[in-house]
């Protein structure tokens, strides 16, 4: 395991035997974001979901054609065992659910992570019942213009995603990746329904578990990542998400802990990248206005690690404060700028919902 870490991790290959970096077994991702950091991936969040409702394939196709190198879906489980794409497992906020009178009797109150959250639940609704179910926009107040869409797509399926991406593949005359993410896997496992098995199992009916495909997983908790590496033992590169604060549900360790030169070290021996919030790079001040950039992309770097921050977006709201343009929340800011500073720190990548606008931003380094 540890041999096949060190060829998969991110700058492993070159910086230990730079005739590697060309070879046949070095990751697709390693040509677009080698050691040189000449070409920051763009990962389009929930797909382009600054112009669409997350999470639909119209978001995720529209992320493609923008630029995106990647299309993020989010997988959650239904009743039946299905990985679909949502946000979360509840799905009051992302779908009409709460308007169909059939599935009034489904809304109840669940602890999700240890906090109590009262909606509709993927896991109980048949893969059958959710497709009878549309997609709606979850911040209608910031991004008035995509509840033109409402109620126009259905919630996909990860297997549709990756149909998604085998045709966009040929129509873009590149590859387009994928870069799923396990959301709450303790949760689901206990309900008996486990995230890793249906995951690893798409993969590799699609043939994209192996070295050079154009993939990542990635998951906020440590567990679910190391049970990827070591049980799962998957082929493609695994990215440990972080939060500003707090821990991993169930983990003694904190974020903070997992983040130290020690911890990084630790982290990779089993995964190949950082995707961390991004006041993580870049904190902002007390006025919120940018700050100074922390060691993190440096220390991670040294750990052998990339490092994809999360979120760029372009409502005001969003921004720090000296790049917001007028008083309204919803309009749009100097994102190009924000997203410019950030790669400059010398990041590999960005989650963005404006595909676009990453793919212009690196153009600009």
């Known amino acids: 395991m540890a041999d096949r870490r060190q060829v998969l991790r991110f700058g492993a290959v070159a910086a230990a035997a730079p005739a590697l970096t060309g070879a046949a077994s070095a990751p697709a991702w390693a040509a677009d974001r080698g050691p040189s950091r000449t070409r920051p991936l763009v990962v389009g969040h929930r797909g382009a979901s600054g112009y669409r409702p997350e999470h639909t394939l119209a978001s995720y196709e529209l992320a493609a054609r923008l630029g995106a190198d990647y299309m993020e879906p989010d997988l959650v489980a239904t009743k039946d065992g299905v990985l679909v794409c949502r946000h979360e497992p509840e799905i009051g906020g992302t779908t009409d659910v709460a308007a169909r009178p059939e599935f009034a009797g489904r809304k109840r109150t669940v602890s999700l992570d240890g906090v109590s959250v009262t909606g ?9 019942e959710l497709k009878t179910l549309r997609a709606t926009e979850r911040i209608p107040a910031v991004r008035q213009r995509n509840t033109l869409y409402d109620g126009r797509f259905e919630v996909p399926t990860f297997q549709e995603v990756l149909d998604l991406r085998k045709r966009l593949s040929k129509e873009l005359d590149r590859e387009v ?8 896997p303790t949760y689901f496992r206990r309900l008996g329904l486990e995230l890793e098995k249906p995951l690893v199992r798409v993969l590799r009916r699609n043939g994209l578990d192996r070295r ?19 049980e799962h033992r998957v ?19 904190s974020y903070a802990d997992y983040l130290t030169p020690a911890g990084l070290k630790e982290l990779s021996q089993y995964v190949d990248g950082l995707g961390p919030e991004k006041g993580q790079i870049i904190p902002r001040k007390a006025d ?5 950039p922390t060691r993190l992309v440096a220390d ?12 760029f977006r372009a409502e005001n709201s969003f921004l720090p404060a000296e790049l917001r ?6 309009a749009y800011g100097k994102a190009i700028d924000e997203q410019v500073t950030f790669l400059r720190t010398g990041i590999d990548g960005l989650f963005t919902d ?8 690196r153009t600009l380094l």
Not at 222 to 229: C, E, G, K, S, Y
Not at 235 to 249: D, I, K, M, N, Q
Not at 325 to 330: I, L, M, N, S
């Open 300 to 311: 991670a770097h040294g750990a052998g690690l990339t490092v994809i921050p999360y979120t």
């Open 177 to 184: 990746g994928v870069f799923p993410e396990t959301k709450h």
């Open 288 to 292: 919120g206005a940018l700050g100074s």
């Open 235 to 253: 082929e493609v590169p695994l990215v440990f998400l972080t939060g500003a604060a707090g821990s991993p549900f169930e983990d003694p360790r």
């Open 120 to 128: 509709w639940f993927t896991h109980d609704f048949t893969l059958a």
């Open 212 to 230: 050079g495909a154009k993939v990542f997983i990635q998951s906020f908790e440590a567990v679910n990542l190391r049970a990827l590496a070591d």
């Open 354 to 361: 404006n595909p676009d606008i990453g793919a212009l931003a």
């Open 325 to 330: 343009v007028g008083t309204d929340p919803a």
